[in-house]
């Protein structure tokens, strides 16, 4: 059995749909966080399946910019969440509704 691009775009879209329902159904700031950068490492293995079956370097580049932003994306989420944790003693989201009312 050969794996072909059809393989990595369904693992890609299944990666996908489970990190879109965790930031759905999810209410922990860190374990939505955790399913945000599922999204992106999904969308990150159909960019580098499509470089590869396509034989160009043009995925490889964006997977390298969203490298790039992710790391950016870690530090500053991580940062956010901790504050949150700092000042309200909590990371669920149900009782971060200071700006509600």
């Known amino acids: 059995m050969t794996i072909g691009l059809y393989h990595y775009v ?14 759905l159904l999810r209410r922990n700031t860190l374990v939505i966080y955790m399913c945000l950068e599922l999204m992106l490492i999904a969308s990150t293995l159909a960019l580098v399946a499509f470089s590869r079956f396509n034989g160009t370097m043009d995925g490889n580049v964006f997977v390298f910019f969203i490298l790039t932003v992710a790391a950016a994306e870690v530090a500053v989420g991580l940062a956010i969440i901790v504050a949150l944790f700092r000042q309200r ?11 509600k009312n």
């Open 10 to 23: 369904l693992l890609s879209g299944l990666l996908f749909a489970l990190g879109f329902f965790g930031v």
């Open 89 to 99: 003693q909590t990371v669920q989201v149900q009782d971060l509704n200071h700006l």
